[in-house]
């Protein structure tokens, strides 16, 4: 039937039982499920994790900027690590790290949750952000 027509027998779903083919024109089909694959590959979103860099004697508009820079990232849908970076005898102060991280934490608290406390590692303190769920309005 399919040779009659000029067309060609396409197996649409091999799986079923018993397998469905049509008798369409397989150049046509071809390009009908790439363009499907094509915007099904568009609507994804890749979540990336952004990283913010700071010092422990950061001046207050310097954290300002670190803080606008980082709501831009989680408004974008992406991850954001805040690093704090201790040198010499700074180290011995970590509880600063910990309390801008903290200060950090509540500007940014409207648009993001922590994904955990602030962890020290070495000579950085981290803490990772990432973007709230946006909670579905029930009618």
């Not at 000029?6 to 390009?31: M, R």
């Not at 011995?92 to 200060?103: A, S, Y």
């Not at 955990?116 to 070495?122: H, K, L």
Request: aromatic share 6%; with cysteine.
């Amino acid at each position: 039937m399919a040779q009659a027509k000029g067309l060609d027998l396409v197996e649409i779903s091999p799986q079923a039982t018993p397998p469905v083919c049509k008798i369409i024109n397989f150049s046509k089909f071809k390009y009908e499920t790439e363009k499907k694959e094509k915007e099904a590959r568009k609507k994804q979103k890749v979540s990336q994790l952004k990283e913010v860099r700071i010092r422990p004697r950061i001046g207050e508009h310097d954290l300002e900027i670190k803080i606008k820079h980082a709501r831009g990232f989680i408004e974008n849908g992406d991850k954001v690590q805040i690093t704090a970076m201790f040198s010499g005898r700074e180290m011995q102060h970590k509880e600063l790290g910990i309390k801008i991280m903290d200060k950090i934490q509540e500007a940014l608290s409207d648009i993001a949750e922590p994904e955990g406390r602030a962890s020290s590692f070495g000579t950085r303190v981290f803490l990772t952000l990432m973007p709230k769920k946006k909670d579905k309005v029930k009618s």
